[in-house]
């Protein structure tokens, strides 16, 4: 292994082994697993410490309904709205005495000095009845007062008109009030202040205790062999936090960090094993082997750190999206162990670790293989709803054990949420398909379209090898069907294996057509060394094309690989017969690699085969058969296959399908007689 190809290995591999290690706990945990109504198996509990029992969730919200105060309003005293309608009346040109004026002034002062509110009354909270008293902060000083002493608007103007009208008897006053708009100036100068309200009810639900107890130093928690009940398990999960909290942050800190390094190590080696056993050739692809260590790395790093700040939001991580993310790209044995691997972490951090990694794990193998039915448009959604009812399933089943705990409501929710957000976070496929340039089915769906930029311009500058690459797609098209290999995959590649024949069309005799009968031909005048290096050129033009156009590596290790290390025959053999050095022999080699992948030995040959059977002059079942075996038997002493990973078996299918295609391209025909006239 070459030291490039190491660190390509390596590097991703150390930057998931810093980034665990930093975001790791560094504090201690509790080794005991115990659950309700089962016994203790451990030796007998003894408590090292002071600790306080907490109370449960539960037990508090219980307590705050139970001791909740009512909520009491808090309103504001607006001495501006006071002065400004108190002066516009005084403004008024009333008739009559002066002292029906002030009477005017003097009630509606009376009036605001009690407050007004609107007509609906006394703020209700959290629909509370009304409350009995209010706050009303002026200045800088709150007072209380009973609610019923404020006025609402519309008793506020009935008070004005009694008042006014008891000062000055004989007075139409309700007419003098409303001809000259003095009713309009009693307006609420008490404004409700909602903000202060929910502050202080917030307050008000402090004061319930978290605790409910407390257990003393060298006191019996629980016996070996005695059963957890409600009230022991209550104290464990006291001691458990208790313990936790205060051993991490009085232990040695480089004890953790040594263990977080352990753990982190152990993570990153299993993740290597994993692919190195399921899929080793990954390490050579390095845009797919980085994108499926970044997905894997996020989805631990949230099994991580999503516990840390709220143990229940475990249940509403989205974790198949990770297998969703690497479906399209890689095999199912693949996914199944790089998906394991990854939920690792659960097991080590997370509250009711076996639930939540039981439920997930289940989730992805379960989604691995639903996904490949329903992964089209609104599909994606019966494939949702049937990850949230196996993981509902799942849930139940240690429900129903009571290993687990806590809101079934709230969690189912948060299931439900954990089943659709992949819905959502799918369309990142087609992202990371570009950034990494990966391969996925829907890809190869669209470099196959022949409409594309690409083939359109092979199909104007270079008609012949269009058509040419149109049959080799064909017959590679069935051998890949034969052997099992990949269809989609191998038919792009026969498509794109010599579009570098666009920058030099009329070096090959395929493309004769496209000049006239009498104009020279492109090789006459050279020599067979610049005949075969202008031949050997539409390899490295076919990579930079398909650079150019961003096509992905794989359709790039095509074009590469689709003559290996094979020499132009034609030309190398006439060299040889001018008298040629045998030691040039390289000049006239290409330089490959050789074919590696099934699918890049099935491009070879039937490029070959479908090349050279246009020489044939005898077109019969036994003349397919042996130039079919000819071909391979060509390509195999040349080396071509060393290093390809193609069984024996697989290449006598290959043949087989290749002479059987032969024979139906080149059928005979019934010749029509002449009609007689």
């Not at 359109?456 to 098209?477: C, I, R």
């Not at 003349?623 to 080396?639: H, L, M, P, S």
Request: charged share 20%; hydrophobic share 45%.
């Amino acid at each position: 292994m070459t030291r490039n190809r190491l660190l390509q290995i390596v590097i991703p591999l150390a930057v998931l082994f810093v980034l665990l290690v930093l975001v790791m706990p560094r504090n201690a945990k509790l080794g005991y697993d115990y659950r309700r109504g089962q016994p203790w198996k451990y030796e007998t509990l003894i408590a090292p410490f002071d600790f306080p029992i907490l109370k449960t969730d539960g037990e508090i919200l219980d307590e705050l309904a139970r001791r909740s105060t009512p909520t009491v309003p808090y309103y504001r005293y607006s001495a501006e709205i006071e002065n400004k309608n108190l002066r516009a009346v005084e403004g008024l040109d009333l008739p009559g005495s002066e002292g029906l004026r002030s009477s005017i002034v003097s009630a509606m002062n009376d009036i605001f000095e009690k407050g007004v509110v609107g007509d609906d009354g006394v703020v209700s909270v959290e629909g509370a009845d009304a409350s009995e008293i209010i706050y009303v902060q002026r200045g800088k000083r709150a007072t209380s007062r009973p609610a019923t002493e404020v006025y609402r608007l519309s008793d506020a103007r009935l008070a004005l008109l009694a008042a006014v009208s008891n000062a000055n008897p004989g007075v139409n006053v309700d007419s003098l009030l409303r001809s000259n708009g003095i009713y309009d100036f009693i307006t609420p100068n008490l404004i409700y202040d909602r903000q202060i309200s929910e502050l202080v009810q917030a307050e008000a639900s402090k004061t319930v205790s978290p605790t409910v107890g407390f257990v003393s130093a060298g006191q019996l928690i629980v016996s070996r062999g005695e059963i957890v009940t409600p009230e022991i398990e209550q104290m464990l999960d006291s001691y458990k936090k208790e313990y936790e909290n205060s051993m991490g942050s009085t232990g040695p800190e480089f004890l953790y960090w040594t263990g977080n390094l352990i753990l982190a190590f152990a993570l990153v080696a299993l993740l290597f094993l994993a692919i190195f056993f399921s899929n080793r050739k990954l390490f050579r692809n390095r845009s797919s082997y980085v994108y499926l260590v970044l997905i894997v790395t996020v989805t631990m790093l949230a099994a991580i750190v999503v516990p840390r700040v709220e143990s229940g939001l475990i249940y509403m991580v989205p974790f198949t999206l990770c297998v969703l993310l690497l479906k399209p790209f890689f095999d199912d044995s693949l996914i199944y162990m790089a998906y394991t691997v990854a939920l690792l972490p659960l097991l080590l951090y997370s509250e009711s670790a076996v639930v939540v990694f039981s439920i997930f794990l289940v989730a992805g193998i379960i989604s691995i293989y639903t996904f490949s039915h329903f992964n089209k448009g609104w599909l994606q959604f019966v494939n949702a709803i049937i990850v949230f009812a196996v993981m509902m399933l799942v849930y139940m089943g240690f429900r129903l054990t009571d290993v687990t705990g806590g809101g079934m409501l709230r969690i189912s929710v948060y299931l439900f949420a954990a089943a659709m957000l992949p819905v959502a976070g799918y369309p990142l496929t087609y992202l990371f398909e570009r950034i990494f340039n990966l391969v996925s089915p829907f890809r190869l769906s669209e470099l196959a379209d022949t409409s594309n930029v690409v083939l359109q311009e092979l199909e104007a500058k270079a008609p012949g090898t269009f058509q040419h690459s149109l049959q080799v797609m064909n017959m590679a098209d069935a051998c890949a069907r034969a052997i099992g290999a990949d269809v989609q995959l191998v038919r792009v590649g026969a498509l794109y294996h010599d579009i570098g024949k666009i920058q030099n069309p009329l070096c090959f005799v395929e493309n004769e057509s496209l000049v006239k009968n009498t104009a020279p031909r492109y090789h006459a005048g050279l020599s067979p060394l610049q005949s075969a290096q202008d031949v050997i050129r539409h390899v490295q033009d076919g990579v930079e094309i398909a650079e150019k156009h961003h096509l992905p590596g794989v359709v790039i290790d095509f074009i590469k690989t689709h003559q290996g290390t094979a020499h132009t025959g034609f030309f190398y053999t006439q060299y040889l017969n001018d008298g040629g050095d045998p030691a040039n022999a390289s000049e006239f080699q290409y330089p490959g690699p050789r074919p590696r992948t099934r699918e890049q030995v099935i491009l070879m040959l039937c490029d070959s085969i479908e090349a050279a059977s246009r020489t044939l002059k005898e077109y019969s079942p036994q003349a397919f058969d042996e130039f079919v075996e000819r071909i391979v038997e060509t390509k195999t002493e040349d080396g071509q296959f060393d290093n390809a990973e193609i069984t024996i078996k697989d290449m006598g299918k290959v043949k087989d399908v290749l002479k059987n295609y032969l024979s139906q391209m080149y059928h005979e025909r019934i010749a029509y007689p002449n009609r007689k006239k």
